[in-house]
């Protein structure tokens, strides 16, 4: 197991290297000047020149990229164009508004999704089983910016039990960030217990017919051990890649359940980055989402393993 | 069990209690606005972005300032201006200080108007005048002319692009093409450098040393007196949301209401809202002078006649009493409102007139460029109209969709529109950035120094340097009517109309008072 975990992280380099030369060049190929947007309406074109300068925005594309990467090496994601704050500290201070409303959408899914999917299986053809299938439908399709706007109407403009919007640091006020993250986890809940629910109980479904099941019946297992220490457990393979995956999502930006919650994370900032055109910004969330990508991937390898004996790195 | 059971429901109803509370609004010495956008860029001298100028009035404090009637008072100076127009004192006001605590000294305002002069349109005029600059003394300062330049003051009292801030010497010293790093300032708010986040949130305290300007506030002079102890920005990119939370007492101000959200706010006591600029903003076309067919002074002219004020206010504001049609281009309300030559705009245009005109000039069908930015709420609907308003009169428009930054980038090049270039674009000022022949970048008419679109206009550059030396406001309104005459008979641009944006605010707040843009001193928070 740890040469095979070495083996994927040296493996992960010239993932994050090929990455790094696409973003950068794709930026710099797509119409657009950061320095016209710093500059605002009224520059003439001999003071853009010189803000393009100053910025190092004239040099050759070659110089410019090694620069970055140097720099990168080094630890240094470089400055905004924009605001002139280091990139590290912006994403630092968005990226745990983000991770804090990640973490608890998805543990709010599966606390949901897991159990509704394996009743739907177990009660297969069943009006359990067409009510979780009819809440799966609705959940994937209504556009979250309608929930988002929905429960905002009920449970903070009629009941007035919520806030509307905004975020609070759990380190200073735990009690403001559980009342401001309660309804975008919500929001997004709704998709992912949709997408979990209905992949528990597919797979549960196929599990549930294997012999060892029935096997596990005819020795007399009360049919709660049945589905939940012999048929989750080997269901949980597909379910721990569909979470793997929404947790990487969720990372790389909710842009309008961000929007709709005035989340100051980093969807938001992707966003305002890519309009500004603040290539160190962009390149370096890009970065990061492929970084992370990387890590849950591998994160979801390493998981079959321990639920699945059977499977062996 | 029992008593884990009972620690945890006890600690369960505890954090939903505490959770209810932190819903109800913030304390009631704080203001929590939404402005029209994020705070990105600090400095005031770099970039012309009209949030960076709102922060700088709240950081820093100016040296003169323009009242409500136009007229420029003194602020952080006194002034006398020599009877032969070439010397202009400036005294400082007794008890001025930096929110670092130091004095404010001659040496600072002279290192911050050198450092605006490099920027600034109306400043590079007095440069190109300047005799000299120095310290008179240990409150005072003197600017000689070479040549008298009656619009100095008015230059250094407009309240945007680029607004003439005053900055501590070693801040002003920042190389005009860097930004600088360090907000501060003497105004009334200080800047709380570590609770800034860019494009998220900017937090003001109240300086307490500031000393309010004599005189009754008017607009950007008079006492500017802070009457909370601080007001944090907050950047909302959803306005139903930013409605939703004004609505629910989580936010105390809102800038700017779009007009369709308006109706939710009716019947409602805790919320007011009302047009706080008077001026509001303009929108205009602007057309490529370069390349065929709008070189042509008749094709131009046909464009303009083919033009509806109404019809593209309505497309883009709808609501009849946030618009106004008005063919003065120096903004209706202001000292140089004249409406020659603008009738076929404001009586909904002329269609056959244009067919007729086109026809004349030989136009070839030669396709025009029109950028149309499609991320901007209040620039979608302009490029939409005037397409079909041209199609309308005979031209062949290939409209181009692309976000604002591709359009603002694409507008700088001078370029052929098949290879790149345009032929037309529309965006919109607010009244006071061109209410005047000189603030009015569009009426430079430098060619290749002109702002984009570049007209070699040598008529208007006379009217313009005649107007910059006049002395008396009879002269300059008599010179701003000619200007208003030739621009819509060559076509610099075309005047679209006028709008207003209304803000809404909580009933918590009183005090609140009509400028261009919002300010925050004179306003008090109660309990609501």
């Known amino acids: 197991m740890p040469i095979y975990f070495l083996r994927r992280v040296l493996a992960a380099i010239p993932v994050m290297l090929v990455v790094a030369v696409f973003v950068f060049l794709l930026l710099r190929l797509t119409p657009g000047d950061p320095a016209a947007i710093l500059a605002g309406d009224m520059a003439t074109p001999e003071q853009l020149d010189r803000i393009r300068e100053t910025l190092g925005l004239n040099d050759p594309l070659l110089v410019q990229f090694f620069r970055w990467i140097g720099a990168l090496l080094q630890g240094d994601f470089g400055t905004s164009l924009i605001s002139n704050k280091p990139v590290i500290d912006l994403v630092a201070d968005r990226m745990w508004p983000t991770i804090w409303i990640a973490i608890i959408t998805l543990s709010l899914s599966v606390i949901i999704a897991v159990p509704m999917g394996v009743l739907a299986a177990w009660k297969q053809g069943s009006w359990v089983d067409h009510l979780v299938m009819t809440f799966s439908v609705l959940g994937f399709s209504v556009p979250v910016f309608v929930i988002g706007y929905l429960l905002i109407k009920l449970f903070a403009i009629d009941l007035r039990w919520l806030p509307v919007q905004g975020y609070k640091a759990p380190s200073k006020d735990l009690a403001g960030f559980a009342a401001r993250a309660v309804l975008p986890a919500l929001t997004l809940a709704s998709i992912y217990i949709a997408l979990i629910a209905r992949m528990t109980r597919a797979s549960l479904l196929d599990v549930l017919n294997e012999d060892y099941v029935r096997t596990a019946r005819a020795k007399g297992l009360t049919e709660a051990r049945v589905l939940f220490r012999h048929a989750l457990r080997n269901a949980a393979v597909p379910v721990m890649t569909v979470i793997g995956t929404g947790f990487a999502l969720l990372i790389s930006g909710v842009v309008v359940t961000e929007s709709v919650y005035n989340i100051p994370g980093l969807g938001r900032l992707t966003v305002d980055s890519i309009f500004a055109r603040d290539y160190p910004v962009i390149q370096a969330l890009i970065l990061l989402t492929s970084g992370v990508y990387v890590l849950v991937n591998l994160l979801i390898d390493l998981s079959y393993s321990l639920l699945d004996p059977r499977i062996r790195y | ?528």
């Not at chain 2, 003169?64 to 010397?87: H, I, K, R, W, Y």
């Not at chain 2, 120095?134 to 040549?147: I, M, N, R």
């Not at chain 2, 390349?291 to 131009?300: A, Q, T």
């Not at chain 2, 076509?491 to 009933?507: D, F, R």
């Open chain 2, 1 to 528: 069990m029992t008593s884990i059971w009972r620690n945890l429901r006890t600690g369960i109803l505890g954090a939903t209690a505490m959770a209810l509370v932190s819903a109800l609004p913030a304390s009631a010495e704080t203001i929590t606005a939404v402005m029209h956008s994020g705070l990105r860029v600090m400095d005031p001298v770099i970039t012309t972005a009209h949030i960076t100028r709102d922060n700088a009035f709240m950081v820093f404090d100016t040296l003169v300032a323009l009242d409500a009637d136009f007229v420029v008072q003194p602020q952080m100076a006194n002034f006398e201006v020599s009877e032969d127009g070439l010397t202009y004192t400036f005294t400082l006001r007794d008890g001025l200080k930096w929110h670092d605590g130091g004095e404010v000294t001659p040496a600072d305002c002279i290192a911050s108007i050198k450092r605006w002069m490099q920027r600034d349109g109306g400043g590079q005029m007095i440069s190109d005048r300047m005799e000299s600059l120095e310290a008179t003394g240990d409150k005072s300062f003197t600017l000689t002319l070479k040549e008298p330049f009656p619009y100095t003051l008015q230059a250094m009292a407009k309240v945007s692009s680029l607004a003439l801030f005053m900055m501590p010497e070693r801040i002003a010293n920042t190389p005009a093409s860097e930004a600088i790093t360090e907000m501060v300032g003497s105004g009334p708010f200080k800047f709380v450098a570590e609770e800034f986040q860019p494009g998220v949130k900017v937090v003001y305290e109240k300086f307490e040393d500031y000393v309010p300007a004599p005189g009754p506030q008017s607009w950007f002079s008079g006492a500017k007196e802070v009457k909370v102890d601080r007001v944090e920005w907050v950047t909302m990119p959803d306005a139903q949301t930013t409605m939703n939370a004004l609505i629910n007492g989580e936010i105390d101000f809102m800038e700017t209401v779009p007009v369709d959200l308006l109706p939710l706010l009716q019947g409602m006591d805790e919320v007011k809202s009302e047009v706080l600029s008077p001026l509001g903003s303009v929108t205009i076309g602007r057309m490529n002078f370069l390349h065929p067919p709008f070189d042509n002074p008749k094709i131009r002219q046909a464009a303009l006649m083919a033009m509806s004020q109404e019809d593209v206010l309505t497309a883009l504001i709808g609501n009849p009493e946030y618009f106004k049609v008005c063919g003065a281009i120096f903004g209706c309300g202001t000292p140089f409102e004249f409406t020659d030559g603008s009738e076929t705009l404001t009586s909904g245009g002329d269609i056959e007139g244009a067919k007729k005109l086109l026809e004349e000039a030989g136009y070839d069908g030669t396709p025009i460029v029109l950028m149309q930015p499609t991320d901007v709420t209040t620039l979608t609907a302009q490029p939409i109209v005037a397409a079909q308003a041209l199609r309308n009169a005979g031209f062949n428009v290939d409209m181009q969709p692309m976000d604002w930054q591709t359009l603002v980038t694409r507008r700088a090049s001078q370029a052929a529109p098949a290879d790149g270039g345009w032929n037309i674009f529309f965006t919109n000022w607010i009244v006071p950035e061109v209410s005047g022949p000189l603030a009015n970048v569009m009426l430079n008419g430098r060619g290749d120094q002109a702002w984009f679109g570049w007209p070699d206009d040598p008529e208007i550059e006379t009217l313009r340097t005649e107007f910059a030396s006049a002395a008396d406001l009879g002269t300059q309104k008599a010179i701003a009517q000619k200007i208003q005459a030739h621009v819509m008979d060559n076509v610099n641009y075309i005047h679209l109309g006028q709008y207003y944006s209304p803000s809404a605010w909580s009933e918590a707040l009183t005090g609140v008072t009509k400028a261009p843009f919002p300010v925050f001193w004179g306003i008090e928070k109660t309990e609501g």
